[in-house]
């Protein structure tokens, strides 16, 4: 699980921005015990704040940071994507990236500091029985491996100036590499995250994709849609199928994928997925998958093709298979712009999806921006971060459980207080010049 994400000098973030997952009311089903921390970690953090206050950028960065681990050794070959603050000396400056998280229980510390032309700095670090060890540094070209670790000598051949050790490394078969790499390749990115040299996911294509371990479509129509999902949970959690109520646990793929596109009460009874012949440009016929759902009207039911459905229909259907492989694999979903095609009913039931422990097991933990307030109301305090612009453009990340000095009650009305402008991070909207240019004000 995450622990705490910290960037500076990244698109709008000039000064480090720290997003922490570290529960401060510890009581709840969303606070999850980590007990080699001490602490107890959260399942879901949102971001609010007015637009162009760099929320997309705080998750945004996040994303980079796991598509460079993935991309480093293979794309990096003339220059780094990086993306510096634009203003004052940010262009000049170096970027920071720190990620601290829980892999099979233990803390780990990534550390990467680095520029469009070369990595500066590179640690990762872990705290087996809450001592600092190394596991690998790299200043420059040279690199130091923790004793004992052998196996990941033949990171050093793999190294270039714009080569991330941790890239290279998880390559080779050393668990405290792989498994922490691995579960950074986990992070699942959605919506409209800017991400340089890579396409957004958007859930509103007309057409689905059929291919990818978490794409929704997989879940119906895998080989293995009918086996027993991999979630074995010890309790007595249950969740509705049409008019049955069944555990979690013993529902097999399909079921729960239809079990959470039900979820939405779209009105869709099940989900065909079959081959259709279609003719080529070429004049040949062939045979191409079709996806579409069954609706219910009244006593019957009719499937519809894929593209002929809501935006707000396809952006459910779509988010099914990310976020089910993420509580399968307890990792991270980061949503920029949540409530962009959900209603706030659907997004406020994802939320329940991921604070529950009968349906989130391993500790999925969800990031995601909103401007929906209403969600402040299925969320605590310490689950809620708020973006600034600062005078000179940058961005300013709080959390809203200490914002401004003043800790904000339990009990608060986290809404309420916010639409009041009790938190900050709201527009600044001022009419006089609008009006003066339509020449109605002097």
């Known amino acids: 699980m995450l622990i705490r994400f910290e960037a500076s000098n990244y698109r709008s973030i000039a000064k480090g921005v720290e997003l922490s997952m570290v529960a ?14 001490g602490e107890s970690l959260l399942t879901r953090a949102a971001i609010y704040g007015p637009n162009a206050s760099g929320k997309s950028n705080v998750v945004g960065a996040l994303a980079w940071l796991r598509d460079a681990v993935e991309d480093s050794l293979r794309f990096w070959e003339d220059d780094i994507p990086l993306e510096p603050f634009a203003f004052g000396s940010g262009p000049g400056e170096s970027s920071e990236f720190v990620l601290e998280a829980t892999v099979d229980g233990v803390r780990f510390e990534y550390i990467v500091e680095l520029d469009a032309s070369q990595i500066i700095y590179e640690g990762l670090f872990h705290y087996p029985e809450k001592k600092r060890r190394r596991i690998f540094e790299r ?30 490394a998880r390559r080779f078969e050393e668990p405290l590499v792989t498994n922490f790499a691995r579960d950074i390749l986990r992070i699942q990115v959605l919506g409209q995250v800017p ?16 291919f990818g371990r978490s794409d929704t479509a997989r879940w119906f129509d895998g080989p ?38 039900r979820l939405a009460d779209l009105g869709i009874e099940e989900v065909v997925i079959d081959e259709q012949e279609v003719l080529s440009t070429t004049g040949e016929t062939r045979n191409q ?38 509580l399968q694999s307890g990792s991270i979903v980061i949503f920029d712009e949540l409530d962009a095609s959900l209603h706030p009913t659907l997004s406020a039931e994802l939320l329940r999806v991921f604070q529950s422990p009968v349906t989130n097991p391993y500790g999925a933990q969800l990031i995601f921006t909103s401007h929906d307030t209403s969600l402040l109301n299925h969320l605590n305090r310490d689950e809620v971060w708020l973006t600034e612009k600062r005078l000179d453009g940058s961005t300013r990340l709080g959390g809203l459980a200490e914002f401004a000095g003043e800790r904000v009650r339990k009990s608060q009305n986290l809404e309420s207080a916010y639409l009041h402008g009790r938190f900050g991070a709201l527009p600044q909207v001022d009419q006089t010049e609008f009006l003066r240019a339509l020449g109605l004000i002097g």
Do not use: C, M, Y
Not at 24 to 37: S, T
Not at 145 to 158: C, I, M, N, P
């Open 24 to 37: 401060v009311d510890r009581d709840r089903e969303a606070a999850r015990d980590a007990p080699h921390l």
């Open 139 to 168: 200043e420059g070209s040279e690199l130091k491996l923790q004793r004992g670790l052998g196996a990941l000598s033949g990171t050093r051949e793999l190294l270039t100036e714009r080569t991330l050790a941790l890239s290279g």
């Open 289 to 326: 998958r079709r996806l579409r759902l069954l609706h219910r009207f009244g006593d019957d039911s009719t499937p519809l093709d894929f593209s002929a459905e809501s935006e707000g229909t396809r952006t459910w259907f779509g988010l099914i298979g990310p976020v089910l492989t993420a």
């Open 195 to 210: 991400r340089r040299g890579r396409p957004s996911i958007f859930f509103n294509r007309p057409r689905p994709r059929f």
């Open 224 to 261: 293995d849609n009918e086996q027993p999902s991999l979630f074995s949970l010890g309790n007595e959690g249950q969740i509705s199928l049409g008019n049955q109520r069944k555990e979690w646990s013993t529902l097999s793929r399909r079921q729960q994928a239809l079990a959470l596109l």
